[in-house]
Every structure is written in C-alpha cells, then in structure tokens.
C-alpha cells in the first residue's frame, strides 16, 4: 500500500515536471535610470530588487523584507534650498511611498561629490531629512522647518570603491504628496 502511493505521488511529481505546471522562483527586479532622470519606478515584491542612476545613487531591497507587492519610487533632487549650514554630500533623495522593513533593512548608496575632511574613521556620517519639528515657547507651540536625523537609519560603510556613503534604512519616512523639500533625505557628515 505504501509503495503504491509512492509511486502515485512520483507520477504526479512527474506529470507536474513535465508540463511546466512547477512554482518558478521569482527574480530581483532591476530599474536602471539615466542620470538626468528625475525619478524611477518598480513594483516589487518579496524577491525584492533594486533601483539605481547611472550616476550610482542606488536603493537596494533583499529579498523577504517586502510583505506584499508595492509600486516603489525613488527620486533625486537638487537641494536647492537652505541646508541650514551643514556639510551636506550629493544630491537630496525621495523613497515612496512609507514602508517599514522588518526584519532586515533596505540600502540606499549615495555618491560622493567631494572629498571628506579628515580620516573617515573623524567623519560622522548621518542622513537627515528636511520636515516639521514642534518648539515649544511660552507662547505655545510652533513649528520649526529644519533638517532633522533620521531616526530609522544607519550609516554602514563606504562602497569598495570609496565613491559611495552607504546607509542602512530600516523605515521611509517620504511621501509622494508631501510638497518639496519636505520628506527629501539629505547624507550629511559632522567632524567628530
């Protein structure tokens, strides 16, 4: 009886082979977009993928920490407002829309467009990102428009290369209704 069932389920294990009907294991998807691109775009699921410019920024989601499909947006835009006077690193990036990676963490790579000062074990690197921060006074509350640390970031490293800063990012903290600059992340350093 046993031997009986083995071979049913090996005929239908082969009947399955045979026409195509087996599970194929979904790829990574890949969007490359030229340089002078504003923004791109890609649907991607639990295989993950990656969204990159020619010009090597770069946002980089492993497979399994996506729960769903979601259309993903990743923009690039010139900070082309006050930076409040810190020493800001490349152009300033959009991640649509809010997503929370959990477990692991999604990478985005930012090009370096200058020498750091100093060794790179002096340099503290942070990325921040331009919103609403609430101060309070004796006259109440009020809202302060500054460049804010992420809080739901790490900086991880430096691409072999040492062209790219390369920051972990566990939560998005954009929205693509949110009107510029706010919501834009902004790589920064700070001499330690």
Not at 47 to 55: A, H, I, K, P, S
Not at 102 to 117: E, I, S, T, W, Y
Not at 127 to 150: C, Q
């Amino acid at each position: 009886m046993m031997a009986l069932r083995a071979c049913a389920l090996c005929a239908a294990c082969s009947v399955l082979a045979v026409c195509g009907c087996e599970q194929k294991k979904q790829e990574p998807v890949e969007v490359v977009g030229k340089d002078a691109t504003k923004e791109i775009k890609a649907v991607l699921g639990k295989e993950g993928g990656e969204l990159r410019f020619e010009g090597g920024a770069k946002l980089e989601i492993p497979a399994g920490i996506l729960r769903e499909e979601v259309a993903v947006y990743f923009k690039q835009e010139e900070p082309s407002f006050d930076l409040a006077g810190k020493d800001f690193v490349g152009r300033a990036y959009r991640i649509s829309p809010h997503l929370s990676f959990n477990p692991g963490f999604a990478k985005l790579h930012v090009p370096l467009d200058r020498q750091l000062p100093g060794m790179p074990e002096d340099v503290e690197l942070k990325l921040y990102y331009f919103g609403k921060k609430v101060a309070k006074g004796p006259s109440g509350d009020s809202f302060v428009h500054e460049w804010i640390p992420v809080p739901v970031q790490k900086f991880i490293g430096f691409s072999q290369d040492q062209k790219q800063l390369i920051f972990a990012i566990f939560e998005t903290i954009s929205d693509r209704t949110t009107k510029a600059p706010y919501g834009l992340l902004q790589a920064a350093y700070n001499m330690r």
